[in-house]
T-cell receptor
Framework: GQNIDQPTEMTATEGAIVQINCTYQ??????LFWYQQHAGEAPTFLSYNVLDGLEEKGRFSSFLSRSKGYSYLLLKELQMKDSASYLC?????????????WGLGTSLAVNP | ETGVTQTPRHLVMGMTNKKSLKCEQH?????MYWYKQSAKKPLELMFVYSLEERVENNSVPSRFSPECPNSSHLFLHLHTLQPEDSALYLC????????????FGPGTRLTVL
């Protein structure tokens, strides 16, 4: 089967660092995405990893290990506005069709 | 960011009503998607259009009917819905090829009474 696992909720303090993990089991792999979704808003694209290693983009970094079926999103210097849901999604393929398999999302609360 | 727009943003309808959701993308993409987002469930892919041709229909009930008149517009026609259809309906678009990164609209919050 195809499965994405990520923690349901996390809490962190303003200015701190938080790591949100995602493990996956999918048939075929064409990359892993992280999206941010504030309550009542659209998911917005944060990062895409297709090769192993760390991709850094400002305060946000994303890591991928394909052999372990594992990724994490690292948020540094947390700000109150980072309170949101963080969605992990894997691009999987079946035949000629490529689709995104989504996790449930991790709801992050940043406290002062 | 106004790359993908959706109207209406909120919709309340009775089970016997007929309504339509509209999505428009201004990103020059060739693929468009309808998703359903319910509480405590992952995003559920409903339909995929590639170059205006439906390429995926994930066993969606016939009371949901998509329409893609051109690569910039996508509609979801609704009729005789059930209360369990209440959810956030998200439209997304992506370029073909490469990572196929999807860009989402703000969604339509649908409530079926």
């Amino acid at each position: 089967g195809q499965n994405i696992d990520q923690p349901t909720e996390m809490t962190a303090t303003e200015g701190a660092i938080v790591q949100i993990n995602c493990t996956y089991q999918t048939s075929g792999f064409n990359g892993l995405f992280w999206y941010q979704q504030h309550a009542g808003e659209a998911p917005t694209f944060l990062s895409y990893n297709v090769l192993d290693g760390l991709e850094e983009k400002g305060r946000f970094s994303s890591f991928l290990s394909r052999s372990k079926g594992y990724s994490y999103l690292l948020l540094k210097e947390l700000q109150m506005k980072d309170s949101a849901s963080y969605l992990c999604a894997v691009s999987s393929h079946a035949g000629n069709n490529r689709k995104l398999i989504w996790g449930l999302g991790t709801s992050l609360a940043v406290n002062p | 960011e106004t790359g993908v727009t959706q109207t209406p943003r909120h919709l309340v309808m009775g089970m016997t009503n007929k309504k339509s959701l509209k999505c428009e993308q201004h990103l020059g993409h060739n693929a468009m998607y309808w998703y359903k987002q319910s509480a405590k469930k992952p995003l559920e892919l409903m339909f995929v259009y590639s170059l205006e041709e439906r390429v995926e229909n994930n066993s969606v009930p016939s009371r949901f009917s998509p329409e893609c008149p051109n690569s910039s517009h996508l509609f979801l026609h609704l009729h005789t819905l059930q209360p369990e259809d209440s959810a956030l309906y998200l439209c997304a678009s992506s370029p073909l090829g490469g990572a196929n990164t999807q860009y989402f609209g703000p969604g339509t919050r649908l409530t079926v009474l």
